[in-house]
């Protein structure tokens, strides 16, 4: 129910729970329909197929590898992730060389990535994967997310750097954005 909610609300709906003893519980979710010439753009109605592209996509699960040098961080993102039914971490890896590598043979849909990391920084490893991977999404995750390293992350290709301590209540949102504005541009 809380991922549902996290989804619900990044894509700006809402979602109520209210128990009622000996009655059950009554579930109210508000869902933003997208304005009318999004649903019948052009670009849309030119391709027929793109709604069942965008339908099988979303039956499928959004492959996940968890880059970050420190086990316990390393750990704590792929438990996370692992709480929407929606994700699924295929690969962990503990330095930028490894990351990079293991992007290569795995083809993750999205690399969670931490900036500073031994052998192979995460800047480098995510400048590496964007150019060979051009469909993977690269977000990522620091304790030092200041303009600097954003600025250079962006640069590099990630679609964002988030705070390592906010990441809990943001990173899964993040995805489910960055993956919903990819679809719409590849088959739009």
Known sequence: MFSIKERLESIGGQMSILPTPGCGTTITMNVPVPPEPLIRSPALSRKPEVREILLAEANR????????????VRNGVAQL????PTLE???EAANGREALNLARKLH?????MDVRRPVMDGIAATRHITAELPGTVVVGI??????????EMLKAGAVDLLDKGEASNTL???????????SIEKHV
Do not use: Y
């Not at 699960?61 to 316990?72: E, F, Q, Y």
């Not at 993750?108 to 969670?112: E, L, N, Q």
């Not at 620091?142 to 600025?151: P, R, V, Y």
């Open 61 to 72: 699960r959004t492959r996940i590898l968890v880059a970050d040098d420190h086990d316990l």
């Open 81 to 84: 992730l692992s709480t929407d």
């Open 89 to 91: 971490v295929v690969g």
């Open 108 to 112: 993750p849909d999205v690399v969670v």
């Open 142 to 151: 620091s304790a030092f997310s200041e303009a600097g390293f954003k600025n």
């Open 172 to 182: 899964i949102a993040t995805i489910t954005r960055c993956l919903a504005e990819r």
